[in-house]
């Protein structure tokens, strides 16, 4: 049995079985009924690897999945602009899929975080700007299905082909916030501005891209101080740190 590092989960591979145990730190945010229906609406889809097996015991949940022992997650020396294309194309065919889940609501998530630990001195000064942000969230535009939480090690590489994975935070969203989601959480600041050109965003569209990514940093940033207060972990520390600098940094 092996036992993998994960911020969140208790995650370990036994008898080439990938198994994930949640917690309850962080079932007390995630919505498992959700993630857990959104997994057996697409079992056949192509582009995606989720898990054949669930189990809700002892207050846990448990998820199982085939370990794929010489697939790697996306690596970001590697992330060239081919890489982009590609994950561009994992994005829009999620999209794509008409799935019945619960629509995300920005109101609702950061006010489990700041209700726990407050707004974080640093960025009260954004409190405003975040509000105006959530109350013209959707500004009319068909929600979509989102993985909401891009980063680079839910995207698998197997048999040369990219894959996304691990869709705790799955609802239906607004259809640029996957994009907001992996440029604040996989992309080194360098690479941006070519990420973004490959999206063809009008300016107004450009401008919601831009009001996403700050509501992504400003939520994680609350996300990332609950989790150290409940559990002293030194990363979640260092995540909230760092997310106090992106959205400081604009």
Known sequence: MKKILNTTNKIKIKNNVFIKTSNKNIDYFMDRENEKKFYEQVQNLDFILVPNQIKHKWNKWVFKMPYYENATTLKLKSLD?????????????????????????????????????????????????????????????????????????????????????????????????????????????????????????????????????????????HWAKYLYQVTHRPIYLEIMKQKIRQINDK
Not at 105 to 110: D, G, H, K
Not at 188 to 210: C, G, R, V, Y
């Open 81 to 221: 602009i081919q890489k982009m294309k590609e994950v561009i194309e994992l994005i829009h065919q999620l999209q794509q899929q008409k799935v019945d889940l619960k629509l995300f609501n920005p109101q609702a998530f950061l006010k489990l975080f700041t209700n726990k630990v407050g707004v974080i001195e640093e960025l009260k000064v954004w409190k405003t700007e975040i509000h105006l942000i959530i109350e013209n969230y959707y500004d009319e535009t068909p929600p979509v299905l989102s993985h909401n939480d891009l980063i680079v090690e839910n995207f698998l590489i197997k048999d040369h082909k990219m894959f996304l994975i691990d869709f705790e935070y799955v609802s239906l969203n607004h259809y640029l916030f996957d994009y907001a989601s992996f440029i604040s959480e996989a992309l080194p600041k360098s690479k941006h501005q070519a990420f973004i050109s490959l999206l063809n965003l009008t300016p107004k569209e450009l401008i919601k891209l831009n009001q996403l990514i700050q509501y992504h940093n400003f939520l994680w940033a």
